[in-house]
Structure formats: structure tokens, C-alpha cells
């Protein structure tokens, strides 16, 4: 049973391009949640996918974006990227249905270099 | 959302116990205290939640007291592949992934 996966594992960009980072869930979830972790710091909520719409969204400006897809893998968007957006990008999933602790399932994370 | 606080870090040897106590003053009637584990350039992992009182599992105990202002998480006999870092998250059952992680405990295990 493959877990979440995230692509890539690495990239580098320069200021002002836009960067598309992959996940797919854990078979049998369907909401989609990305964290932003620098480094030295825990992981910062940015937003929470469900039935192909955002449902919560963390302090982070309307240059991240994101997507579902019907088949629930989702992709978080960064626009006019700035060197601040060097992180540790991390997809979680877990199943609407619930677990008793609604427990989070992470993947490895992409992680994105600025110059 | 209920403001966490743990120890920056925390040192501890071979075999030996580790408690490791978050303070969330400020938790909510309907919030949880959930436990996540993370290894270096690794996601997250999940340990153990609890609402009150106290909670098992085959790898840690969770404790909390009636106040619930507090919890602590007991990790028995650790061993040098417990080097981590631990956060402590309080919120509402599904709903707390919405809360940021906060820079957690860094327990370094000594052989």
C-alpha cells in the first residue's frame, strides 16, 4: 500500500518563476493538506483540499494556489516565487471518514531552493 | 487556536524514560492533544492523541491531567533512533491539521 508521494524531491528556481509541486495520497484518502516548513521551524499550515475544493486555508498569500483532482492527488502552485519560499513543502492526507484521531499521513515533501 | 509550549530540546541516554510536557493554558473544550514525530528531511509521523486522562499505545503514553492545561508524552526506554523532533498540536478533532506545528522538542538520545 504506497503511501503519500510527492514530486519532485528537489528543485531549484530563481526569484520571479512559478514552481507546480505533485502529491498523491495514501490509497483511500481524499483530503489534501499542504504545509510549508523552513528550516529550523515546524511545518506551517497552507491550505486543505476536499472534493476538489479549498476548504481552509492558513496565513499564506494568494501566490500559493492549489488543485484536486477527481482521483483526489493534488498540486500546490507558487507564483513570483522569492527567496523566503526556500522550504521543506509537505502534502499530507487522511479519509473524511475519520479515523478516531483524524491522524495525518505525510509524505517526504519537495524541497524547493530559491536563488 | 490554543497556543502550544515545549522545551526547545531535550537530552536523554540509552534505555531510559523520556517525558516530554507541553503547556497549552488556553485549550478548548472540543480540543485534542496529538503528537507528531519527525525525522530530519522526513514528513511528520504520527504518535499518539488523546482528550483527557491518560492513553497507550505500543509506542508512547500520553498524559493528561483534569485541567487539561498540560500533557505530557512518555516515551519508555528510549533508543538512539527516538532522535527526533516532537510537536505538540491542540484542536479540534479534525480540524487540527489546521494548526501550525510550532518549532517542537528536539530530543537528542545519547548511547
Known amino acids: 500500500d504506497a503511501g503519500v508521494t510527492q514530486s519532485p524531491t528537489h528543485l531549484i528556481k530563481t526569484r520571479g518563476q512559478q514552481v507546480t509541486l505533485r502529491c498523491s495520497p495514501k490509497?483511500?484518502?481524499?483530503?489534501v493538506s499542504w504545509y510549508q516548513q523552513a528550516l529550523g521551524q515546524g511545518p506551517q499550515f497552507i491550505f486543505q483540499y476536499y472534493e476538489e475544493e479549498e476548504r481552509q486555508r492558513g496565513n499564506f498569500p494568494d501566490r500559493f494556489s492549489g488543485h484536486q483532482f477527481p482521483n483526489y492527488s493534488s498540486e500546490l502552485n507558487v507564483n513570483a516565487l522569492l527567496l523566503g519560499d526556500s522550504a521543506l513543502y509537505l502534502c499530507a492526507s487522511r479519509s473524511s471518514g475519520g479515523t478516531q484521531t483524524g491522524e495525518l499521513f505525510f509524505g517526504e515533501g519537495s524541497r524547493l531552493t530559491v536563488l | 487556536l490554543a497556543k502550544t509550549t515545549q522545551p526547545i530540546s531535550m537530552d536523554s541516554y540509552e534505555g531510559q524514560e523520556v517525558n516530554i510536557t507541553c503547556s497549552h493554558n488556553?485549550?478548548?473544550?472540543?480540543?485534542?492533544i496529538t503528537w507528531y514525530q519527525q525525522f530530519p528531511s522526513q514528513g511528520p509521523r504520527f504518535i499518539i492523541q488523546g482528550y483527557k486522562t491518560k492513553v497507550t499505545n505500543e509506542v508512547a503514553s500520553l498524559f493528561i491531567p483534569a485541567d487539561r492545561k498540560s500533557s505530557t508524552l512518555s516515551l519508555p526506554r528510549v533508543s538512539l533512533s527516538d532522535t527526533a523532533v516532537y510537536y505538540c498540536?491542540?484542536?479540534?478533532?479534525?480540524?487540527?491539521?489546521?494548526?501550525?506545528f510550532g518549532t517542537g522538542t528536539k530530543l537528542q538520545v545519547i548511547p
Open positions: 490509497s483511500g484518502h481524499d483530503t
Open positions: 488556553n485549550i478548548a473544550t472540543n480540543d485534542y
Open positions: 498540536l491542540v484542536g479540534p478533532y479534525g480540524g487540527y491539521q489546521k494548526v501550525t
